[in-house]
């Protein structure tokens, strides 16, 4: 069985100011994790994912994510937001060597303010 | 370009019919899948397949039904069972039943009245 619990249902940030927006997975075998956004009335857009290999990984739109498997977390920053990164955020979880389906999290809402 | 394909972006239905949503991909993926958003409560998955002529439930499968007919096409049916199917419909793909992410259409928001 796979979940992912997302801290927060909304964050809100300054222009400028540190993005992060916080995972938490449970998975009985090694997980595969992936950040995406969605934009209003829109499908979902993958920022990045981290299958094997280096823990930490750069995404688009200057987005990047660590995976520690000790905190089962995979948070997503970004050192400056921009007005432009207001959306959804979701973060998903699937299993190796099972069935792979991805399991979401319920979303942050990401709020930037001038 | 390559990509899935949701139709129509915006549907609407009285209470007690059936209605189908379409989903195309052109991107040769095997596995297909049906996700239904609603505020607050992320994506749920209502089928998905892994092969052509084969599918499973997903969490939320009562009062909808799915086909796979061909390798592109994966089209869900929201039934008369379906006690709230007012949602946001999202439809996606990935290369394999493996570690490589899906592929999202643009999702199809179905009101019923």
């Known amino acids: 069985a796979q979940s992912v619990t997302q801290l927060g249902s909304h964050v809100s940030v300054s222009e400028g100011a540190l993005v992060l927006l916080r995972c938490n997975y449970s998975s009985s075998v090694p997980p595969y994790l992936f950040w995406y956004v969605q934009y209003p009335n829109q499908g979902l857009q993958l920022l990045l994912k981290?299958?094997?290999?280096?823990?930490l990984v750069k995404g688009i739109n200057g987005f990047e994510a660590e995976f520690k498997k000790s905190e089962t977390s995979f948070h997503l920053t970004k050192p400056s937001a921009h007005m432009s990164d207001a959306a959804e955020y979701f973060c998903?979880?699937?299993?190796?060597?099972?069935?792979?389906?991805?399991?979401f999290g319920r979303g942050t809402s990401l709020i930037v303010h001038p | 370009d390559g990509g899935i394909t949701q139709s129509p972006k915006y549907l609407f239905r009285k209470e007690g019919q059936n209605v189908t949503l379409s989903c195309e991909q052109n991107?040769?993926?095997?596995?297909m899948y049906w996700y239904r958003q609603d505020p607050g409560q992320g994506l749920r998955l209502i089928y998905y397949s892994q092969i052509v002529n084969d599918f499973q439930k997903g969490d939320i499968a009562e009062g909808y039904s799915v086909s796979r007919e061909k390798k592109e096409s994966f089209p869900l049916t929201v039934t008369s069972a379906q006690k709230n199917p007012t949602a946001f419909y999202l439809c996606?793909?990935?290369?394999?039943?493996?570690?490589?992410?899906?592929?999202f259409g643009q999702g199809t928001r179905l009101t019923v009245v």
């Open positions: 998903a979880v699937s299993a190796s060597g099972g069935s792979y389906i991805p399991t």
């Open positions: 996606a793909s990935s290369m394999s039943p493996g570690a490589t992410e899906a592929f």
């Open positions: 981290y299958t094997t290999g280096a823990t």
């Open positions: 991107l040769n993926h095997d596995a």
